[in-house]
């Protein structure tokens, strides 16, 4: 039952004072939370999801947006909706499959089996079967070609490493009680 809104708790994060930390203590990972001084459980399920092999190319432009430095922008309306929460950066696998329903007109069920192709770097079947299942889709929504291919180009190359939300979640959930303990009881 402990608060997921401790100020106490962000500021040890946002000072990278994370040794004994669950998930939190590399220096990399110390480096980013000082960098991006989470101020709410939704960065902390953000950063343990983007501080992997691939997505960790966006926790730059991560931490800009997120502190107002860059724009937010969206290649397309219906984006918004699934990335506000991430600033715009695709983050969790969860939100590849939203893409590609909203864009691509994938059914959930298509758009798990999207999100296994990706993760698995089936790249030929990406390149042969998804990708112009994607950009047909996205031509019968009415989404410029030039728009759809560079939401396939961001989700692709997001897809390869993604996590998953619920999973990177659960690890936040625990780095965010071991991290109140330590700024409440640290003996």
């Given at each position: ?141 009415k989404i410029p070609e030039s728009k759809a291919l560079k939401i396939w180009e961001n989700m692709e190359t997001f897809g390869k490493y993604g996590f998953n939300k ?22």
């Open positions: 039952n402990l608060p997921l809104n401790d100020r106490k708790t962000y500021e040890l994060l946002m000072r990278g004072d994370t040794d004994g930390i669950f998930q939190l203590e590399s220096s990399g990972m110390k480096d980013v939370l000082n960098r991006m001084k989470p101020d709410c459980i939704e960065d902390v399920i953000a950063l343990i999801a983007l501080y992997r092999p691939g997505p960790m190319d966006n926790i730059p432009e991560f931490i800009s947006r997120k502190q107002g430095k860059t724009k937010i922008v969206y290649e397309v309306p219906e984006l918004e909706a699934i990335l506000r929460e991430t600033y715009g950066v695709i983050v969790y696998q969860e939100q590849v499959m939203q893409i590609a329903v909203a864009i691509g007109g994938y059914t959930l069920s298509e758009a798990d089996t999207l999100r296994k192709v990706m993760s698995k770097k089936k790249t030929d079947e990406m390149e042969t079967k998804e990708k112009p299942k994607f950009l047909e889709g996205a031509r019968k929504k619920s999973h990177s979640t659960a690890y936040a959930v625990v780095s965010y009680q071991t991290a109140y303990l330590k700024a409440h009881y640290p003996s």
